[in-house]
């Protein structure tokens, strides 16, 4: 899924390189893709030039427990991340705290019968789970679709979804969403039900530029920003800025002879993150890497070098926000051995 000798051809000067950085969305591969992504891979990126304090953990379908009920065997990979989020917190791994939060995976469709499940990741988590994830990206054309079991239609519509999802206020725990953009009405709505939830909506809400709506970039933002700021007006959803890097978003520079520079990174995504910052306000969003999947588009400090680009016309408050302190208060990691 990625070159590192291709990206390694790219070398760039950090760009404000004290600026505090919090990632607060990547994953870890030791078995489920080709190339792996483990602990060593991690830390050689966030210490790779840029000031990352601290990384949230997003749930993919890792290391799940072989046996035992199904609806305990996503407990597996909290209790594997939780215990790399200890080894970190030892200090032996340098000084940025890995997985100093957690989004864990629970099927809410269980309904009433999450809770109990929830609660047991809440306790294996050590106060490190921050939410639960549970993907509803889905589109009627197969051409289009993210890794792993596809959801059923309207997921976040269920009824024993929601009924499971309205034990994750009370426990304290955010929810983050992925879906694609012509699914965010679906969002709204789940949104405007559990208005005391917060939900994290992942990858800029998923704007298409693959399958039926490759070439149709200009059609896409018009209906993708009509539903962001529909969706913005509900004051418990915040958004991730970042995840372009993915095929979905119909971008070629993994195909392209050189790995792109941040400049250029920066002009192709400056609309959509520019357009999330004006509707959610900077005070709602936060730059993510997704890596290691966005790693198939660029490395680390480029990555990181584009979003500085195109948050330098910000104030001083809202840059820091958009790169640390949002992520610090939206999935409370206070106490958790920033610097």
Known sequence: MFDVRWLERRQEDILLPDLPVIDPHHHFWYGSHQ????????????????????????????????????????????????????????GLYGTCRVCAGIIGAVDLRLGERARPVLEAHVAAAGGRLKGIRQIGARDADSRVRVSGPIPPPALYSDSAFRAGFAHLAPLGLAFDAWLYHPQLNELHDLAAHFPQTRIVLNHLGGPIGIGPYQGKRDEVAVQWERAMRHLAQLPNVWVKLGGLGMKLGGFDFSERPEPPSSVELAAAWRPSIETCIDVFGAQRCMFESNFPVDKRTCSYPVLWNAFKRIAGNYSVAEIEGLFAGNAARCYRLDGQGLE
């Open 35 to 90: 190339p792996s992504y483990r602990l060593e891979d991690l830390l050689a990126d966030v210490g790779s030039g840029h000031h990352v304090l601290a990384t949230v953990f997003v749930e993919c379908r890792e290391m799940y427990r072989a046996h035992g009920p199904e609806a305990l065997r996503s407990l597996g990979q909290t209790e594997f991340v939780n215990g790399i989020a200890a080894m970190s917190a030892s």
